[in-house]
Each structure stands twice: as C-alpha cells, then as structure tokens.
C-alpha cells in the first residue's frame, strides 16, 4: 500500500513543469499524486500532459468553480478529503523538491514513529531558480513549543510544501485551520499537528519559490492589506488561546521568549499592512478588533497616521 501522496492545487502555469517534474524525480518512487485545477484560466491540463500524462502515479482533475478565490484552505481541505494514503503533501505550482525529499522524509518518520509532522530543511530560490537564502536548521526533532519558537526565528524558510502531514491526524483535527487568505492557516495547523513534535531533515530538500508571480503578492492593494490585517489578528486570538496550554510550563524564561516571538510577528505584520490599508478599511478593521490588543490598537493608529501624513506629502 502506498504511503505518501503529494497533493497540488494548481492555478498559476509559470513554474508548474518545474513543480511536477521534481516530484516526478523523486528517487522514493512508491507515491502518488493528485493535480487539482483550481477552474484555472491558463491551460494547466497540456502542461500536465506533458510533464507527467504518461506516468500513472499522476492523476489530474478540475474544479468546476474557482475556490481559491474565496479560500485557499478549502481547495487544501478538499484534496485531505480525498487523500487515502497514511502521509500526505500540500505541494504547489511553483516550488521545488531535490529528488531526495521523500527518502529523507521516510527515513525520519520510521524513526520518529510518534510524530505527525515532518519539515525538509529549505531554501529560497527566485523565479529564475537562483539561490537567494539558505536557512541553518539544523535540528533534527523539537518539541511543540520549541518548534513554535523556532518559527519565529529570522532565518525561518516559509512554506507549506516543505511539511508532511500524517493524513489521519490532521483529519482528527478537523483539518487545516481557515483565515481569510490563508494568512497563517499553516502555522497554525503546523502548531497542532505539532502536539507529538516535528522532526526536520538536515539536508536541504525543499526550495521554495520567491518570485512576482506569487499569489500572495499583491503589496499595496488596500483590500488584499485588510484581509491580511484581519487574518493577523485572526492568528493573534487563536495563538492567545492556544498558548494557555503552556501554563504550567517550568521554563518561564523560555515561554516567555516565544510569548514575545509570536507577539512581535503578529505586530509587525498588521504594521506592514497598515500604510496601504484605505481609511474606511483601516477603521473597519480598528472596529472588529476588540480590546485584548490594548495599546497595539493606539500604536496602528499611530502608524497608519504616521503613513498617510508621509504619503500625502
């Protein structure tokens, strides 16, 4: 019975060769993969074709309306639906796996039998495949609340397609975790799936795709800045939450540092979004965020003043 599927919701056509060809290439041959068009207006079935129509392992299918447009995570959560195999990844249209991903990944989930989650060490690399960072962790197991502190760290390498994902646990956990754009919804489903810890490999075994066809990059667009900013807050009150199951925690030290980690992220992430927000937008948001911000709500404010004066200027 086969162990792994890689799961790829598909809407862009730039680097979706590059995409399927690295999982084709993958020396752990037993997988298989479902590539799921997302009512794509690009023509993703001929790149499929012929990349990957003559191996049975793939198997393409299409959605009859666009849900990435709404939801990203719903697209994510139907693919897990249908996912039968006992690991699965969310894989992309645009990033790369070394041929080594999955023997790697194998290699540590056999020795880490507990744990639900597994995350390849990763690279950046641009649209032109060129390296432009290389993280160093090198860890290779860490617990909940280490792998939540070392998220934050600077030299954390985001993406979702880095992680394997235990089918059934996730499942249990009611899947993946919807924000308005996806915004955080990894973290946050890692962090739960997490409760067993995250082994990681060493080698670098995953590059991610930085580049301007990215979905996500839509810097300046007042609409796209207030989701981000509501999906922030979102994560703000759900990392409040779940940080209680720290309580008890002996190194008050240590939870203190990732109490402080998460919170700068979450702050400097609102700030970032607040310069390009509309007024109406920006309000709006101030309204819908109640009071346990506490002065960080004065603090945007002062910000998103602080823009407006500088840019009419």
Known sequence: M?????LLPAYKPNFLEDALNSIKKQ???DFKVIVSDDCSPHDLKSIFEKTCGDDPRFVFRRNEKNMGGKSLVSHWNLLVDMCDTEYFIMASDDDVYEPEFLVEADKLLVKYPKANLLRARSRVIDGE??????ENVTDEWLDNLHFINRIYQKDWVGGIASFVYRTKHLKDKGNFVDFP???FSDDVTNFIMADEGCCMTKKVTFRVRSSDYNISNKWGDPDDCQQKMIATYMNYRWMKNYMKAFDNYVDRKFLAEVTKGYKYKIYTNIQSYIYSCRPSSFFKFLLQCPSDLGL???RMFAHWLRGRFKYAH
Do not use: H, N, R, S
């Not at 086969?2 to 890689?6: G, Q």
């Not at 495949?129 to 290389?134: H, I, T």
């Open 181 to 183: 754009l996806a915004w």
């Open 129 to 134: 495949g060129k390296v432009k960072v290389e």
């Open 2 to 6: 086969l162990k792994y599927t890689f």
């Open 27 to 29: 020396t752990y041959v």
């Open 296 to 298: 960080c709500k004065l």
